[in-house]
């Protein structure tokens, strides 16, 4: 792959990287799909690691399928893009320095949700979406490796 089309990638990859911080600050913010639908009065949070994974888990008949897969998968896949595309539109593309800012970022809407009332502060969140970010990171590697094959193949043949 040539510099130019290389350029235009990176470029791609920023703006689908704001694209997507934009969609998560609403969906994860403000949507009332996701049961942002009024302020709450009191503070609400979990700080026992798997507590609410756990509910989710052992009442996951009584709250439906739906319920337990939006918060158990939904977590995770949320942050899917977020470590794909960090890595893409930018130079920083370590390991390290993907999962500290999916972490980080988790926890800026974690933090928010708990101040703003609008949602909880949960910690089994920060750590879904922490591992969803690694997922992304995961398939961003391996998409690069796919890239660089075929470019090397494409110079050799």
């Not at 791609?12 to 639908?37: E, H, P, T």
Request: net charge positive; glycine share 8%.
């Amino acid at each position: 792959m040539n510099a130019k089309n290389r350029k235009r990638i990176r470029i791609l990859g920023k703006l689908l990287f704001v694209l997507y911080i934009a969609f998560l600050i609403y969906f994860l913010i403000f949507s009332d799909w996701y049961g942002r639908s009024g302020e709450f009065r009191e503070f609400r949070y979990n700080l026992e690691l798997f507590k609410e994974i756990k509910r989710f888990w052992n009442y996951r008949e009584q709250l439906g399928w739906f319920s337990t897969c939006t918060n158990l998968i939904g977590n995770v896949v949320i942050f899917v893009p977020f470590g794909f595309f960090l890595p893409m539109a930018s130079k920083h593309r370590s390991f390290l320095v993907t999962l500290s800012y999916s972490f980080g970022v988790s926890l800026c809407v974690e933090v928010f949700q708990f101040f703003a009332r609008v949602g909880s502060f949960d910690v089994d969140d920060l750590l879904l979406n922490t591992i969803g970010g690694m997922a992304g990171y995961i398939l961003f590697v391996i998409c690069n490796a796919i890239r660089r094959s075929h470019d090397t193949k494409k110079r050799r043949g």
